[in-house]
């Protein structure tokens, strides 16, 4: 047995061949082959290796086979072929294989060994998944771990002695009056990079300041950030982030932290002033080092246009139209549906407080000259003006109106000895007028005064308080009108120290001559004839406000004085601002058998309102005159605007 030996081929060796033994015609599995035919070699390695891999009793009896039968055959070979005994053939094959011996069967294992069996292989498996299980759950921990450690949380400041336990970065919890931190915020406009901040009272280099604002822009690449905060629309500074190599994980939060926060957003921010020259800010020496901000209130990420395109001036638009990167044309509904968008834009919000400032110069003027302010009824038994549509609305079963202006409640308080009143209050008149100098609601700047003996004492309290207007809003609010006329191109409005008064005869004449048809010169004027005689007016007299009067009766309310001379005229008068109406006025009839003739005359009904208000004169009253000025046309006009609506905080 152990002198058997597989003689030598000469066929070149294959590795892809896999060798298989065939017994008669059976064929045994490729691996049981293989191991066969290692067992040629010798014997006793054949049974040591049946032993150990647990072959079963068909193995056995085949190596058997080819072990007795070695001493007395003789093996032959060919390219697939070896051959012995005749039970015996090897050949080299890619079937499956089995075993056959003598028509017995092979040794089955018990039930003992295959549910061990499978109970080994059961187990292994379950360990195999064990191991997976584990090595995911760790890889999870570490995952959420590391999420952990990047997450920026919410911060609730309450406390500035707390701040160092305050995350540096993260929304702002919603305020909602938990505490006062104390915290001290400072304005754009007082920062400075100059070292001589101290003597200016500003905040200088160095020094470390909490600002509140609007993210205006921001612009994050790589490790670094530039950002630029914006205070009441227009004050603005640059602010920047860089990455810190020796604090690797607090920079990459914090630029993580400021590539989410969207323009317009509301933040706080902390920061260390140091000197710059930035001219794309309004604060150009100076910007902040970031060492702390949150978000206060966040914009959405598309906002329906941005405030960068609404501060374009049209020539800039317009220019813009045949290049390779047109500017945006934002149309009037569109601002308007958003307007407070709309009042972001720098000129915009600057608009809003010239309004302001003619309020309160409106104000200060009729002061200084001895006027009581008085708020009067807005909702109203009948119609204050004649000739101009009004609202009405049900009053519990009766018709009231929206008051078209406080004219008829001005001139009850000259009864009432009130000798000088003003009123600033809303105005509501039904035209349906779609221009764009008319508007249905307005701000309507009233005053009425007793007289002596003429309505000039009127025209010259008037001529003055526009004076005081045009004067300061040149010197106390020049940085605005700066801000304005970058957008909207505009000159100061030239006026005259004394009032510039033209007669209706002579403002005929003038129009004549500039090639208008007056008829019969007792019309109301046109906007092209105001338009043309304000150009004439400012060539004449050199002033871009004047006034007009003794205008045709017939054309004027109820309860203008007539003209003594020639009652087809009347003592009224209207201001013109570049040739544009922004004020109407008159003496005031203030004879109540006149005022009723001249209201019957008219064919007005005489409601209650209209009976209690001449009942006013029966029980004695001054003379008087006054005038009514719409806030907005005087802004729009002064301003140089192309619509009223601009001068409107929400038309």
Known sequence: ITTARLPQTNT????????????????????????????VHSAACFRRAAFVSGFSATSQKAASLLTSSTSSSRWRTSNDVITGPSNVVATTSWKSARFMSSGTEADEKTEEEKAAMKAAREARKAEKERQKAEKAAKKAAQEAAAEEANRIHEVTYLSLSEQDSYEAMGDMSTVMSRSRSGRQFVNVADIS?????????????????????????????????????????????????????????????????LKSLTTESVVDMEGIISPADVRSCSIQNAELAITRIHAVSKADAMLPFLVEDAARSEKEVEESQNTDRPFPRLGQELRLDHR????????????????SAVCQLFRESLYEQGFVEIHT?????????????????????????????????????????????????PVFRAENSHTRRHLCEFTGLDLEMAIHEHYMETLEVVH????????????RYKRELEVIRTQYDSEPVAFTDEPCVLHWPEAMEILTEEGFDMGDRLGDLTGAQELALGAAVKKKYGTDFFMLDKYPSDIRP???????????????????????????????????ELVT?????????????????????????????????GLERVVFLYLGLDNVRKASMFP
């Open 340 to 355: 407070w968008l709309d009042l972001r834009a720098p000129a915009n919000n600057a608009i809003m407080r010239i309004q």
């Open 377 to 425: 009824p807005k909702l109203i038994a009948g119609e204050s003006e004649s000739g101009a549509g009004v609202f009405t609305t049900d009053y519990f079963g009766t018709t009231a109106c929206l008051a078209q202006s406080p004219q008829l409640y001005k001139q009850m308080a000259i009864s009432s000895d009130l000798e000088r009143v003003f009123e600033i209050g």
């Open 558 to 592: 109820f309860y203008t004085m007539p003209d003594p001379t020639d009652d087809r005229y009347s003592n009224s008068y209207d201001m013109f601002i570049r040739g544009q109406e922004i004020c109407s006025g008159a003496q005031r009839c203030h004879d109540p």
């Open 597 to 629: 003739k001249i209201i019957e005359t008219k064919g007005i009904e005489m409601g209650d309102g209209l009976k209690t208000y001449i009942e006013s004169f029966r029980h004695g009253v001054s003379p008087h005159a006054g005038a009514g000025i």
């Open 193 to 257: 990079g100059d070292d001589s901040a101290a003597a200016t009272k500003k905040h200088g280099p160095g020094e470390k300041v909490w600002l509140r604002g609007r993210v205006s822009s921001i612009r994050v690449k790589g490790g670094s950030c530039f950002l630029v905060l914006r205070q009441n629309s227009f004050d603005t500074i640059q602010a920047c982030f860089f990455k810190d190599k020796e604090n690797p994980d607090f920079s990459a939060k914090m630029i993580k932290y």
């Open 12 to 39: 070149p060796h294959n590795p892809r061949v896999v060798p298989t033994i065939f017994m008669g015609n059976s064929k045994p599995s490729n691996t049981t082959a293989r191991l066969m035919l290692l067992f």
């Open 464 to 475: 003055k308080m526009f004076k005081h207007i045009f004067e300061n809003l040149e010197t």
